[in-house]
């Protein structure tokens, strides 16, 4: 029996799976490893975007809640009757598409 420290160096082999039928498995598997890796990336561009529009959103709505009161309302409906009644003169005169 050698001693110890003239035993040569075993390396594992590269590959534990000496069968067809495993390795081909083991191909699935890298390939599933793979498409995680896209999917999770991808996953994460969605997550970044979503909190964009998050914040966007939280934007219109403080901006939004800054415009309520009397004044914007009643500019707000000015600006509705004004159009009517600018459209019930083009319809009078036979102006425009209003059949």
């Known amino acids: 029996m050698p001693e110890r420290d003239q035993m040569p160096d075993l390396l594992p082999p590269p590959e534990h799976v000496f069968r067809p039928e495993f390795l081909a498995l083991r191909d699935d598997v890298k390939k599933v490893e793979r498409d995680l890796a896209v999917m999770n990336d991808r996953q ?20 939004l809640k800054n415009m309520r009161g009397w004044k ?28």
């Open 44 to 63: 994460a561009l969605v997550q970044t975007d979503l909190d964009g529009i998050r914040s966007d959103l939280r934007d219109i709505k403080g901006e």
């Open 72 to 99: 914007q309302f009643l500019l707000t409906g000015g600006i509705g009757v004004g159009w009517g009644v600018v459209q019930g003169i083009f319809h009078l005169f036979g102006v425009g598409s209003a059949p």
